[in-house]
């Protein structure tokens, strides 16, 4: 059973794309959703925003006195896309160096975005009603019992923990994802 498990809170990568002096998750092109999501992605530590030239001459650059600090090559044709991963948790302005400006303090002004970046989500929240795997916001019972069952089966979504029972996946089922388990389940997750 525990082998069919999807792993969980695998990171991902969002595109943005550049265009017309602006930062968009939809593409200008369309489709349309009838209700659009926010031009302004959020998304989880640990993933990546990957800005995609529609058009135009753009780059990206993060403001000035954040913890997230990167600037992108200038974005044509020839050199379409460039991506972040994000390591900090928070909302993290941008602009374009050529269409925007740095406030210096964190905000920007002209051809601006930003990327709000939540914790990952709780490792220790594994399992829903009857020991089901799943993630359903409450650390109770349920849990012990999927992640002994993901354990056992050596499901990915098992790797929590490395040497010393540091949090972090290192491909090995061993007393380190139980220690991590147990010391994020006692603690309760954020």
Not at 106 to 133: F, N, R
Request: charged letters at 15%; one cysteine or more.
């Amino acid at each position: 059973m525990a082998a069919a498990w999807p792993a969980l809170a695998e990171p991902v990568t969002v595109t943005v794309f550049v265009f017309n002096f602006d930062y968009s998750v939809i593409h200008p092109g369309g489709p349309f959703p009838p209700d659009p999501p926010p031009d302004d992605p959020t998304i989880r530590i640990g993933d990546t925003i990957r800005w995609q030239r529609v058009g135009g001459t753009h780059d990206v650059k993060s403001c000035t006195g954040t913890p997230e600090q990167f600037q992108s090559h200038i974005l044509t044709s020839a050199n379409p896309t460039y991506t972040h991963t994000y390591t900090n948790a928070g909302t993290f302005v941008y602009y374009c160096t050529l269409h925007g400006f740095d406030f210096g303090d964190g905000t920007a002004g002209g051809m601006e975005g930003k990327v709000t970046v939540l914790p990952p989500s709780c490792p220790a929240d594994v399992g829903t009603t009857g020991g089901l795997p799943g993630q359903d916001g409450v650390l109770d019972n349920n849990d012990f019992v999927a992640f002994i069952d993901l354990f056992f089966g050596e499901n990915p979504a098992a790797d929590i923990g490395r040497t010393g029972g540091v949090p972090g996946a290192d491909g090995a089922w061993d007393n380190n994802d139980l220690v991590v388990f147990i010391d994020r389940f006692f603690a309760g997750c954020p």
